[in-house]
């Protein structure tokens, strides 16, 4: 392709872009295919002779674009927002035409300085402790970020015997029985084995981790001859956006000497607000921290913010210095090798399309953006408060507001599934203390108030009609009597978790 011909569907792919937007509340959220249906639609093999580009967007229309569950749509109001901003996709069309390699300093001496102002920047943003000042790096995701850590945390306690033997079976790690699923991933990839994962109890009114059960734990594995050696907490858990007491639990990490991991992947951002700084009550304490600009604050995936305190363990743990790569690096502070800071060698450079929404929007813009998501979810709770058929399950400090109608769990998941399945909106849900809950997500890009009263009609249109077909706790099943699925397995059922009984991020 000419440079020429890149211009000329450069600005094509541009304005279909701008078009989606401006469009995407004309199209179903969720799109009705069932598995395999895209595939079928394409040809079995890549072309002998290349092909116009405007057949490749044109069938981007015909092919994909029908298939797509919309994320950016204004009532995709499931999961946590995955928020997306011109100013981000223009920074990404960038990195991807320069297509940099930041692997070393030396590779990309702009890229990853600027990776690191942007990261000094954001942690200064969001309230975090000067120690992270210069620790920062951009992941793909957080799920990244804690197998990280983990390793760091591995390499302090274990140091070179754990880096030539590996982890054996004396590790134990803790997290609550509200952290992400990407924990307990995080400890079978790293070789400890998922028994080594402690699940803390949680208290009953918001689901946070009870320190009590968490220092039961630690001495009991102390005293079997076990070795602590790492606590992740979350600022917001997936299911409810609980908040872990940060502050006790880091008294007791430095106690025992077990490194602490803060998991703010969706809720961190909300810092960005003088007066959620609460949220980071007790970070001083942690060893690491991670939060996923590209969940709340306007960043296109990926980019999973991470800082550690102690970058020793870090480099020690993650570095390689092959013969190929020796020597290459400028022995000076400033010249980081982000290699040393996550898992690949090549380093996808994140910093130009965060550059981009922290300078457009500024800290005045991104705090408005998180205040809206906040009110917006605030006002959606009122309403339902104000519903004696429905209740609220779970505090609500962010964007999330978890619920559910007074009936049992399966006319619940009969709502969710009328809702997803209509296309018109798009809500997820998780078990809350055992009891099937809805749980709605302000915050994306386009979602206004004028689409959360819609939500609420078609919610209590739907609820008033299950309730008139099932007023007590005697509701059908889904899929029986109330309303047929239709036949195997489908996107706009699926995503929601209604059919297979997916609990999101559990
Ligand atoms: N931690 C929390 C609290 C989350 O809510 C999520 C995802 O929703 C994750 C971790 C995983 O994030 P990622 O997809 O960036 O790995």
Redesign the pocket.
Known sequence: MSAEEFRRHGYAVVDWLARYWTDLDQRPVTPDVAPGQVAASLPERAPEHGEPFEDLLADVDRLITPGLAHWQHPMFLG??PMTNSGPSVLGELLTAGLNPQAMLWSANPALTELEGVVCDWLADLLGLPASFRGNGVL????????LVALTAALWRRGGEDWRRHGAGTRYTVYTSTE?????AKAVRVAGLGEDRLRLVDVDHHAPAMRVDHLRALVEADIAAGNVPVMVAA?????STTAVDPVAEIGELCREHGIWLHV?????GVAAVCPEMRWIHHGVELADSY?V?P??WLLTG??C?AMWVTDQRALTAAMTTTPAYLSGSTAPHPAAVDLRDRQLPLGHRSRALKLWFVLRWYGAEGLRAHIREGIALARDFAAKVRADDRFEIVAPHPFGLVCFRLHADDATNAELLRRLTTSGELLLSHTDVHGRHTLRLATGGTATTSAHLDLAWRKITDIAADLLAVAPDAEAPRPGSAVGQPSAGLRVQEDLCGVEGGVH??Q
């Open positions: 999961h946590f992941q793909d995701t957080a799920s990244a970020g804690v952290g992400n699923c990407s924990i979350t600022v917001g858990t997936t998991d703010a992947a969706y809720a991670c996923n590209h969940k995936l990926d999973g999101f991020g």
